[in-house]
């Protein structure tokens, strides 16, 4: 059964940064694509980024550009989100998800593209 757990988030202050992780089991899965979502408080889960598993190419949110990064370690089997200059405003819960196929690069940013969910991780930035 696969799992995705996420990890580092936390409470930092605005102008900080946060690295978010995700990790994958069991070690054989091989998603095509792994994405990051976040949701906040009365609010629509929202697309920030995705990357694809093999390639490692990007796909980000207009919001986030040049200010979120994602990576990946193959071989740890987990996805990164480098979160900097952080807003009140990104305080949410942060999500991960991967996809098994590959549904064309529109689709990355919409949420029954990905099959496997993790249970997210707070991030809460003070001002």
């Known amino acids: 059964q696969v799992q995705l757990v996420e990890s580092g988030g936390g409470l930092v202050q605005a102008g900080g940064s946060l690295r978010l992780s995700c990790t994958a089991s069991?070690?054989?899965?091989?998603?095509?694509?792994m994405g990051w979502f976040r949701q906040a408080p009365g609010k629509e889960r929202e697309f920030q980024g995705s990357?694809?598993?093999?390639?490692?190419?990007?796909y980000y949110a207009d919001s986030v550009k040049g200010r979120f990064t994602i990576s990946r370690d193959n071989a740890k089997n987990t996805v990164y989100l480098q979160m900097n200059s952080l807003k009140p405003e990104d305080t949410a819960v942060y999500y991960c998800?991967?996809?098994?196929?590959?549904?064309?690069?529109?689709?990355?940013?919409?949420?029954?593209?990905?099959?496997?969910w993790g249970q997210g991780t707070q991030v809460t930035v003070s001002s």
């Open positions: 998800a991967g996809s098994k196929f590959n549904h064309g690069w529109g689709s990355w940013r919409i949420l029954g593209t990905y099959d496997y």
């Open positions: 069991p070690r054989t899965f091989s998603p095509y694509a």
């Open positions: 990357i694809t598993w093999s390639g490692g190419a990007t």
